[in-house]
């Protein structure tokens, strides 16, 4: 039936890859198998995505794709001697694996990172989770880098903070499974990369949201507003309603001497001249406004980011050019919960769960930098996209260089940039030849090239007797040099990417722009 069907023209590329992966993955299961064959036999239509969709038609796709083997084209390799001569004229291809070695691009402003990388990757995602291999979740933090184009929605969740009330909410506190996790997420979305000589005002700040919320979610199986927070926060808030509310639900429950310590802890500490939770009362206001509220405390759905264990499409709008501080807060609790959820994974299991995060060096923290080391083995990876390397947090720059599989680098980038690049491309030896040419003892000249690039023979004086000599011997070059590298044609990147595995491609020049 389904040759047929096939034959007929009724299944597309993207309909035969989920069909293959669904066969695949309940072969091993005579059970599965049996239900999928009942499923197929009553139409395959009965076996699309959760979201009704089947496909994104050729003309609405921005980028050449092999749905079936995971692969999409980035672009052409050009003709370049840094190239490896068997990559001229081919094509530059990245598939799903090698996502799951996370992806780090550099690259200034208007050299192309979003529309060369970022967005044939994401459209790569949404037509692997049409098929049922792959989740993605996209930070779109100007708003509308990713936002669908043509009819249709290509997300099957969307948080937009331009439009709180006409989307989905957002959950502070994510998948938080206990108020300790919730607590060390928050902290670090609200007080990120401090200072050696500060992080014990950090500690001590994460110490008193940890002693609001314990007794909170105990009292009221769930975690606070952002106004009943800055109530609790509040220095002198010791009497309020809601502290009192508080302790007579603990009371009911016959749970208040069990957080009986943390709630006296945090009353003593609270008329004090410096209050640990001073810094993040301030924050949390940042949080405290009419439109967020609609967003943040909604009574309907919210993004709850434990969705990606399945193949899901997720847009996170958040137009920082209007709300900076809050998109900040808000983009930093993203990237955390996905690192959160994916490291809850055992090894080796879940479908490829990936985040593309645009202006990636503001939102990653030393949670999110050791996640990214473990992310692999949970079937999972980042695309992180900045304009610079010194966009990345000092301390943490090391980590996240070391844990990135791919990198790629556009031109125009500074000269620190593209020093680092020229280094981790590494260098290879190269045979350079020196000849010498010259009329006798006292009259020569010497012209030198590397092999395979030509030469200047030496000029002769009219009659003179005419001797040569050559002479071979192996130098240490870069393979492409921080001069190259700054000066990458507008339009090109240096790409390298890396499999689960360990293989690695070297940096290949990839025109992005060609058909």
């Known amino acids: 039936m389904l040759d047929n069907d096939v034959a007929a023209g009724m299944l597309s590329d993207v309909d035969v890859a989920r069909l293959e992966w669904l066969i695949r993955s309940a072969a091993v299961d005579p059970q599965r198998l049996s239900e999928l064959t009942n499923g197929i036999a009553a139409g395959a239509g009965s076996l699309w995505h959760e979201s009704g969709q089947r496909d994104y038609p050729l003309a609405e796709r921005s980028a050449r794709h092999d749905v079936r083997h995971g692969l999409v084209r980035l672009g052409r390799v050009a003709r370049h001697p840094g190239n490896p001569l068997m990559a001229q004229e081919g094509e530059n291809v990245l598939s799903l694996p090698h996502l799951a070695t996370s992806v780090l691009v550099i ?49 099957d969740m969307t948080v937009d903070l331009s439009n709180p009330g006409g989307g989905m909410g957002f959950d502070l506190y994510g998948s938080a499974a206990h108020p300790g996790e919730a607590t060390d997420r928050l902290a670090s979305a609200l007080l990120p990369n401090v200072s050696a000589d500060k992080q014990f005002f950090r500690d001590s700040a994460q110490n008193a949201l940890h002693e609001v919320l314990a007794p909170f979610h105990a009292a009221f199986d769930r975690y606070p507003t952002v106004a009943e927070l800055l109530t609790l926060l509040q220095p002198g808030g010791r009497r309020s309603p809601l502290r009192q509310s508080l302790r007579d639900r603990l009371h009911n429950r016959g749970r208040l001497e069990e957080y009986e310590r943390l709630l006296e802890r945090r009353e003593r500490s609270q008329p004090g001249r410096i209050d640990p939770a001073a810094s993040l009362y301030e924050r949390v206001a940042l949080l405290d406004r009419a439109h967020l509220h609609l967003l943040l405390d909604t009574k309907g759905p919210r993004l709850d980011l434990g969705a990606i264990d399945r193949p899901i499409r997720i847009r996170v709008a958040l137009n920082e050019g209007s709300y900076p501080e809050a998109s900040r807060i808000l983009a930093r609790l993203v990237v955390s919960q996905f690192v959160q959820t994916v490291q809850r994974r055992p090894e080796g299991s879940g479908i490829l769960s990936v985040l593309v995060v645009d202006e990636a060096g503001r939102y990653l923290d030393d949670y999110v930098a050791s996640g990214l080391q473990r992310l692999r083995s949970r079937n999972a990876g980042l695309v992180l996209l900045t304009q610079s390397i010194a966009d990345l947090p000092i301390e943490l720059r090391s980590t996240i260089l070391g844990s990135v599989g791919g990198k790629v680098v556009f031109g125009g980038v500074g000269p620190e940039d593209a020093q680092w690049f020229a280094d981790y491309f590494g260098k290879h030896e190269r045979a350079e030849i020196s000849l010498s040419a010259g009329t006798g003892a006292s009259d020569s000249h010497t012209a030198g090239a ?35 590298i700054g000066g990458l044609p507008t339009g090109h990147a240096l790409v390298s990417l890396a499999l689960p595995d360990g293989t690695r491609t070297g940096a290949q020049l990839t025109s992005l722009r060609e058909p």
């Open 107 to 155: 690259g200034p402003p208007g050299s192309g990172k979003t529309r060369g990388i970022a967005c044939p990757i994401t459209e790569a995602l949404c037509l692997a989770a049409l098929t049922g291999r792959a989740s993605v979740v996209v930070l779109d933090v100007k708003g509308d880098d990713f936002r669908p184009r043509g009819e249709g929605d290509r997300f």
């Open 450 to 484: 590397f092999a395979g690039m030509g030469y200047l023979p030496a000029r002769q004086g009219r009659g003179a007797q005419q001797h040569q000599s050559m002479t071979t011997r192996q130098v240490e070059k870069y393979r492409w040099t921080p001069s190259e």
